[in-house]
């Protein structure tokens, strides 16, 4: 079956301007991850969702940083304001079940602020 | 707090044998992962240790001692393909990763 798919793979955006990154996990997984990961680093937590329900939103950085996952499947991460320090990879896992820990993760999203 | 350490970088020749290391301090544990990372692409998955001892799948071995708060990767048979970074991560006991920086490995002839 299908991985995870990740959308767009590639953003360009002006400072200021908002942007939503897009994240369609594997079919039937439960729990779903999103990351922030700097060149050269490992990936960074920023929230998880199990089904619908966002359980930990710890790692966003500021509250301009939102997601949701409204119908227990696809993902979507909010940037608003955008600015330079947000440039990065943004990248989204899932895992099949609360127990079951391995997580697949997507492609990723190459953010750019200008 | 979480801190995991893991060497920057590594290198080794092929066919040969390379142990990764990993240390951590964390407020809870539930779980070790070590992940392959090629540059450009998304980590994949490893192994997986919660208990202490040696998990063995084909080439790639992990360890994990839990009071020490340490585990190592275990790479044999070295081929050109596994050179990539290897992340070690430790998961909370709320389910959520925290990865370290990662150890790139390069394999030459």
């Known amino acids: 079956g299908a991985g995870v798919s990740q959308s767009p793979r590639y953003k360009v955006t002006k400072r200021g301007q908002d942007v939503a990154l897009r994240c369609d996990p594997i079919?039937?997984?439960?729990?779903l991850y999103w990351y922030r990961q700097a060149l050269g680093q490992g990936p960074e937590f920023l929230t998880y969702f199990n089904y619908e329900a966002q359980q930990d939103k710890s790692g966003l950085p500021n509250d301009r940083f939102s997601a949701e996952r409204p119908e227990g499947s696809i993902s979507t991460l909010t940037i608003q304001r955008t600015e330079q320090r947000d440039s990065a990879m943004y990248r989204c896992?899932?895992?099949?079940?609360?127990?079951?820990?391995?997580?697949?993760f997507g492609p990723g999203t190459r953010l750019t602020v200008l | 707090g979480q801190n995991i350490d893991q060497p920057t970088e590594m290198t080794a020749t092929e066919g040969a044998i390379v142990q990764i290391n990993c240390t951590y301090q964390t407020s809870g544990f539930n779980g070790l992962f070590w992940y392959q990372q090629h540059a450009g692409e998304a980590p994949t998955f490893l192994s997986y240790?919660?208990?202490?001892g040696l998990e063995e799948k084909g080439r790639f071995s992990s360890f994990l001692s839990r009071s020490k708060g340490y585990s190592y990767l275990l790479l044999k048979e070295l081929q050109m393909k596994d050179s990539a970074s290897y992340l070690c991560?430790?998961?909370?006991?709320?389910?959520?990763?925290?990865f370290g920086t990662g150890t790139r490995l390069l394999v030459s002839p």
């Open positions: 240790n919660v208990l202490d």
């Open positions: 079919s039937g997984h439960v729990s």
């Open positions: 896992a899932s895992s099949p079940g609360l127990v079951q820990a391995e997580q697949f």
């Open positions: 991560a430790v998961r909370s006991l709320v389910q959520k990763l925290v």
